[in-house]
């Protein structure tokens, strides 16, 4: 006669076992390869290789852009800043003095980076990092006040500067949902390529 105990125990077990192979294994399988072939980049990170085939990021991770011919990306905590593998918020709230103390810094040192006057209004997203501390965009105003800045640095019209930012902003979900932000990898990456076409063409 086969134990009580056992008989419980074997359809238990058996169905742990199936649905540990199911879950497990045959539908991350299946989704892994669903994802390979209808979103072939994205399952990949949305890496941004150079022409040589090297990884240069991924448009859903921000990089610390501090040159003045760069557009700059918004603060980061994250670990030293903009560090993938720490990904996280300073977590200081609203009432703290070393939160304000920062903001007020940012603040001043973005207004005379750009040329901005010491009344000009700064966009939120240019002095405050992310939840994440790597988000890859910037808003469009944030944007706009730094193209001044990077047209002169290299030596390009304010309207191709702009031209580019249009270009590389990402519009909001459906339409709707959210606002439009700047990749500001992308638009460096743009910047560096047309840079390197004017260098290339023969002056008269």
């Known amino acids: 006669m086969m134990n009580p105990l056992f008989t419980e125990l074997r359809p238990a077990i058996l169905a742990t076992l199936v649905l540990g192979g199911i879950t497990c294994g045959a539908y991350p399988l299946l989704i892994t390869q669903v994802a390979n072939a209808t979103f072939h980049d994205q399952a990949h990170g949305s890496l941004i290789t150079g022409k040589d085939g090297q990884i240069i990021g991924s448009a859903l991770l921000s990089q610390n852009f501090t040159a003045e011919n760069y557009f700059h990306p918004r603060p980061s905590a994250a670990g030293s ?55 890859p965009h910037i808003s469009v105003k944030n944007a706009e006040l730094q193209a001044a800045r990077v047209a002169k640095a290299r030596n390009l019209s304010i309207e191709k500067v702009k031209e580019l930012i249009i270009a590389n902003t990402t519009k909001p979900d459906l339409g709707i949902l959210g606002d439009a932000g700047v990749n500001v990898l992308e638009l460096n990456l743009a910047l560096d390529n047309v840079e390197r076409v004017f260098q290339l063409v023969p002056s008269k």
């Open 81 to 135: 800043g903009h560090d993938a593998a720490s990904s996280s918020g300073s977590n200081l709230g609203p009432t703290s003095q070393k939160l304000h103390d920062a903001l007020k810094e940012r603040i001043a040192a973005y207004r005379t980076l750009n040329g901005l006057t010491t009344d000009a209004a700064v966009p939120a997203d240019a002095v405050t990092a992310s939840g994440s501390g790597l988000d």
